[in-house]
């Protein structure tokens, strides 16, 4: 029994060591999931916790990254992937993008979070997969994260939204909401209660607790949200925030960590990435769904144009009607259009996903030139081709890597790059296309 007891002691006094009062020997696990920016907001996540001296793994559907190195490339958006990283011994921080699939499948990877981040619903994206039907059985699975959080964690909840704001209700840790209008009924009763909120007022980010503001950022110092112009990105910030305030990291860091994350092909790729190429302003996105396609179309906004271009495509395993309907908002949108299929058919016959869309595009009132072409390569280079002095093209990067590697690689070896129209507000007299366009081989009839 004496050695019983010494040995207890000498374990008590290891512990003690490796784990001071107060401490509970686990390491920050910070989950985010919604429909749309999950991604933007797991990277920015990822480089506030790098900037505060952290090794930070992260999952997401660009792969898995240890303290900034890429080991796998494929969608790491599911809890194996996030397994990997919770294993790793040098991991003092995870980040962890978590898909609507794993959560079906095999639940989450761990047993409690100290932050669960959800951006939105909206639409829902993916419905019709795994038994899920509607955007409000999609809420009831993305819910499974903020059911996750610790009782000593935070979730941080978009309070716009019908299906993330009730959420809290299952959440054993506090709440911080976040709204773009500070004067949202849910974030200001919850401030009336003395919860944390986050939003945007005067051209600031602002957070506060109660009555009072813990933090005001001018949204000019946020190059992510262009001077607070795209909207969707500014909702993306103001979940991040939330999110390293929860942490507890210290306010220079957000500061730091806001003002150095943009929206570049390196730190946030097919993020509403913006290039200037001989005259035409590009936009790099890899938004798939009605809710992403119109958030991107709002930004598409602030930028003088002549004529609108856009490349897109869909996976074949999404519903018809989401096909049908995200065509016709390209074709309400814009002035042409360039259809594409590739290898993600999933079981559709060729040319069935682009005559989806072309069912929805032939209702569009604004689209006057409308190409199907097999293979993203193709429809990009078209689309280069295309484009001309004062055109705004949106390129639908769905193969993120190969798509942004392409564009370099024209970029390198003889399209300049020229300097980018400058962001206006949006309204009339801004240029337009003429009422009807060239034809072009390849328009379909």
Same mark, same amino acid.
Request: overall charge neutral.
């Given at each position: ?19 001071? /009062? ?11 999931? =919604? ?29 898995? %990254? ?5 080991? &796998? ?8 992937? $996030? ?9 003092? +921080? ?19 979070? &100290? ?33 996750? !959080? ?5 979730? !941080? ?19 911080? %909401? ?5 004067? #949202? ?12 909120? $986050? ?6 980010? !602002? ?33 991040? /925030? ?5 942490? =507890? ?26 290039? =200037? ?16 396609? *119109?958030?991107?179309?709002? +930004? ?11 490349? %897109? ?19 309400? #949108? ?5 259809? %594409? ?13 682009? +005559? *989806? ?68 507000? +949006? ?16 328009? !379909?009839?």
């Amino acid at each position: 029994m004496g050695t019983v007891g010494t040995g207890q002691g000498v374990a008590e006094a290891l512990l003690d060591t490796w784990f001071p /009062a107060g401490e509970n020997g686990r390491i920050p696990v910070a989950a985010v999931s =919604g429909t749309n920016g999950k991604t933007t907001v797991t990277r920015l996540l990822t480089h506030a916790l790098t900037l505060s001296g952290l090794h930070v793994g992260m999952t997401c559907t660009d792969g898995i %990254y240890l303290a900034g190195r890429r080991i &796998d490339t494929d969608d790491c958006a599911g809890p194996q992937s $996030a397994r990997l990283v919770l294993l790793n011994p040098q991991v003092e +921080a995870a980040v962890l993008e978590t898909a609507r699939g794993g959560i079906l499948r095999e639940g989450l990877a761990f047993d409690a979070c &100290d932050l669960a981040v959800i951006t939105n619903i909206g639409e829902g994206d993916h419905l019709g997969l795994g038994g899920i039907e509607t955007a409000a059985q999609l809420a009831q699975v993305k819910q499974t994260l903020v059911r996750g !959080v610790a009782p000593w964690g935070t979730a !941080v909840l978009n309070a716009a939204d019908p299906l993330v704001a009730p959420m809290a209700r299952q959440c054993r840790g506090s709440v911080l %909401y976040f709204a773009r209008d500070g004067r #949202h009924p849910v974030l200001m009763k919850h401030r009336r209660r003395g919860g944390r909120v $986050a939003y945007a007022a005067d051209g600031h980010l !602002v957070l506060a607790e109660g009555r009072q503001e813990a933090a005001r950022i001018g949204l000019d110092q946020v190059p992510l949200t262009r001077g607070g112009r795209i909207l969707f990105q500014v909702e993306n910030v103001l979940a991040c /925030a939330g999110g390293m305030w929860a942490l =507890g990291l210290p306010w220079d860091t957000v500061r730091r960590a806001l003002g150095t994350f943009g929206g570049d092909t390196d730190k946030s790729p097919a993020r509403f990435n913006v290039l =200037g190429i001989n005259g035409a302003t590009v936009v790099f996105d890899y938004g798939h769904n009605p809710s992403a396609l *119109l958030a991107t179309i709002a +930004a598409l906004g602030n930028f003088t144009h002549h004529r609108r271009i856009a490349v %897109y495509s869909a996976a074949g395993d999404r519903r018809d009607l989401d096909m049908i309907r995200q065509g016709e908002i390209l074709g309400s #949108h814009f002035d042409q259009v360039i259809l %594409y299929e590739d290898h993600y058919t999933r079981g559709r016959r060729p040319g069935e996903i682009m +005559a *989806l869309f072309r069912q929805g595009l032939d209702s569009g009132g604004r689209v006057a030139q409308i190409q199907a072409i097999h293979g993203w390569r193709d429809a990009v280079e078209a689309a280069l081709w295309a484009a001309q002095p004062g055109d705004l093209l949106l390129i639908q990067a769905d193969q993120i890597d190969e798509t942004v590697a392409f564009v370099r690689e024209r970029l390198a070896i003889g399209q300049t790059a020229q300097g980018l129209p400058g962001i206006v507000a +949006a309204g009339p007299g801004r240029p337009r296309a003429p009422d009807t366009l060239p034809d072009a081989p390849g328009t !379909v009839s």
